[in-house]
């Protein structure tokens, strides 16, 4: 088997994934990760030889964006303290005490090395966190908040661990340079992002058609990331600006197909690279096993240690961070998602996984240092690094099922359908709004009008049924039965009639791309 087909049957085992672990309860990376393991054990299946340089710049910015279409800027500003507690300081606290315990348990390792270590194991993965934890119907909030975790804590790990890494290369260390690296890398980041957001949003205008604008957008992640990192700024912090603007600015409400075909377009991506990406971590699982040769023992216990830390850290540092967000939530009315109960927390704390970032770094790890030695402890702490991974992300994705089930959390459909509610009442009104402005611009029938207004109650109605009292409830429901039996009755013809022009591409002397073009008229004819 050679690279090639491996990566085809990890795009097909991506897709398969998912309706196999819709029906067995289970997160799609999860099962990917397992197919990954699968295919490293048998001896035809060759290594992945994916340089580690390139792992985070293919994979990373259309995962981050993909994410982010799904969040707002809004809501990063309203949960700042939430994320920066476990993005940015539970980092640096994961990192600090993995760094202890390692340089005190492995022979050798260096403190410079062991503090690389905790840098690229730190992170829960943003990937899995979205993956795992947004499918199993938990509240929003809890969502959110691990959505931020996940999207900016690899911003401040990599520039740790580059920092780490130097010092092992070097053999020197200056608390004030990394410090001054940390913040010139978010400035960079910052303006990289926002110059290309905007620019990308100006030309987004001028493209007009959605196939173009759809391939800027998958265009526009990887150069956000690979600009910032030739500034030597956060690749990561970069996309993430970049995806902000351009979900904040760069949306036309009238734009319905670029909308709809955009939707489709990055759920196919997102599905076909988190499914590689997860595949990925379990085909490098060779790399772990030629560690291990004669020295398994040793290098589990010490797997087994490092794993305890990072999950005992986290425990830890949420139990009160939650607890003084509360106290400060109470006091100041901020309008932040945060926890509401201990079984919040505790699905919280079993939901950081980690994933692709921390592969990729650990396979990053130079083979030696500025003398030309080796680098020291290089294999033990890639095998670390895999036993967490593999430990966080199995055991954890396959028991946080279980666990939200166990606890109750779920989502509170009540609040979700009174704000379905409420946006259904208000675009209802916006809809009334623009009638009687063209009523009084322009001359309108009283029977056109009339339809019009029944039309506007119609567009909230739709939404959510429940804004009409019980007469009204009744009379939509009858026009609503009324237009499905014609929309089934159009569609059936409008199908025909597809049929036929389909039928017509294979007869002798008709020009394909005319009945590509009568074809796609049909298409939009039913889509409306």
């Keep these: 088997m050679d690279q090639l087909a491996l990566l085809f049957l990890l795009l097909l085992g991506a897709l398969v994934s998912v309706p196999v672990g819709d029906r067995l309860g289970l997160p799609a990376p999860v099962l990917m990760t397992l197919l990954g393991i699968a295919l490293a054990l048998p001896g035809f299946v060759p290594n992945v030889d994916v340089p580690p340089d390139l792992i985070l710049p293919l994979l990373l910015p259309p995962l981050l964006y993909a994410a982010v279409r799904r969040t707002s800027w809004r809501q990063f500003a309203a949960n700042k303290r939430p994320i920066f507690l476990l993005a940015v300081a539970l980092v640096f606290v994961t990192m600090t005490c993995v760094a202890v315990v390692a340089h005190a348990i492995v022979p050798g390792l260096p403190?410079?090395?062991?503090?690389?270590?905790?840098?690229?194991?730190?992170?829960p993965d943003p990937v899995a966190a979205t993956a795992v934890a947004g499918r199993l119907g938990l509240p929003r909030r809890l969502v959110s908040i691990l959505e931020g975790e996940g999207l900016f804590n690899d911003v401040t790990a990599i520039?740790?661990?580059?920092?780490?890494?130097?010092?092992?290369?070097?053999?020197?260390?200056?608390?004030?340079?990394?410090?001054?690296?940390?913040?010139?890398?978010?400035?960079?980041?910052?303006?990289?992002?926002?110059?290309?957001?905007?620019?990308?949003?100006?030309?987004?205008?001028?493209?007009?058609?959605?196939?173009?604008?759809?391939?800027?957008?998958?265009?526009?992640?990887?150069?956000?990331y690979v600009m910032a990192e030739e500034l030597h700024g956060s690749g990561v912090l970069a996309v993430l600006t970049t995806a902000l603007f351009l979900a904040?600015?760069?949306?036309?409400?009238?734009?319905?197909?670029?909308?709809?075909?955009?939707?489709?377009?990055?759920?196919?991506?997102?599905?076909?690279?988190?499914?590689?990406?997860?595949?990925?971590?379990?085909?490098?699982?060779?790399?772990?096993?030629?560690?291990?040769?004669?020295?398994?023992?040793?290098?589990?216990?010490w797997s087994a240690a490092v794993v305890g830390v990072v999950v005992l850290v986290r425990l830890l540092w949420l139990l009160p961070a939650t607890w003084l967000t509360k106290r400060l939530h109470a006091r100041r009315d901020h309008d932040e998602d945060i926890p509401v109960s201990w079984r919040e927390t505790v699905v919280m704390w079993w939901s950081g996984?980690?994933?692709?970032?921390?592969?990729?770094?650990?396979?990053?790890?130079?083979?030696?240092?500025?003398?030309?030695?080796?680098?020291?402890?290089?294999?033990?702490?890639?095998?670390?690094?895999?036993?967490?991974?593999?430990?966080?992300?199995?055991?954890?994705?396959?028991t946080l099922p279980w666990l939200v089930k166990r606890l109750g959390v779920r989502a509170d459909t009540e609040r979700e359908k009174e704000f379905e509610k409420e946006l259904a009442v208000r675009a209802a009104r916006a809809a009334r709004g623009r009638l009687r402005e063209i009523e009084s611009a322009e001359e309108l029938p009283e029977e056109l009008s009339e339809q019009m207004l029944r039309r506007a109650f119609e567009i909230g109605a739709r939404i959510s049924p429940d804004l009409a009292d019980e007469e009204r409830r009744e009379a939509?429901?009858?026009?609503?039965?009324?237009?499905?039996?014609?929309?089934?009755i159009h569609q059936e013809m409008l199908s025909a009639a597809r049929h036929e022009v389909l039928a017509a591409r294979s007869e002798p002397g008709a020009d394909p791309e005319i009945v590509d073009r009568v074809l796609r008229h049909l298409d939009v004819r039913s889509l409306r």
């Design 111 to 123: 403190l410079a090395a062991a503090f690389a270590l905790g840098a690229l194991i730190a992170p």
């Design 159 to 224: 520039v740790l661990y580059h920092v780490a890494i130097a010092a092992a290369v070097s053999g020197s260390f200056s608390p004030w340079r990394a410090g001054l690296d940390l913040v010139l890398s978010a400035v960079v980041a910052v303006a990289v992002g926002l110059a290309l957001g905007w620019g990308a949003n100006r030309l987004l205008d001028l493209l007009e058609d959605a196939t173009l604008q759809i391939g800027l957008t998958l265009l526009v992640p990887y150069a956000s």
């Design 248 to 301: 904040e600015y760069g949306t036309d409400p009238d734009d319905v197909m670029t909308r709809l075909a955009g939707h489709t377009f990055w759920s196919v991506v997102d599905t076909l690279v988190t499914g590689v990406a997860f595949g990925l971590i379990g085909l490098e699982l060779h790399n772990a096993l030629r560690t291990a040769s004669g020295r398994w023992g040793e290098l589990l216990g």
């Design 353 to 398: 996984m980690r994933g692709v970032a921390s592969v990729a770094l650990a396979l990053a790890i130079p083979l030696t240092t500025g003398d030309g030695a080796p680098f020291p402890g290089r294999n033990e702490m890639v095998f670390i690094a895999f036993g967490v991974i593999l430990a966080t992300l199995v055991v954890q994705g396959l």
């Design 476 to 488: 939509h429901q009858q026009r609503v039965r009324r237009l499905r039996r014609i929309r089934r």
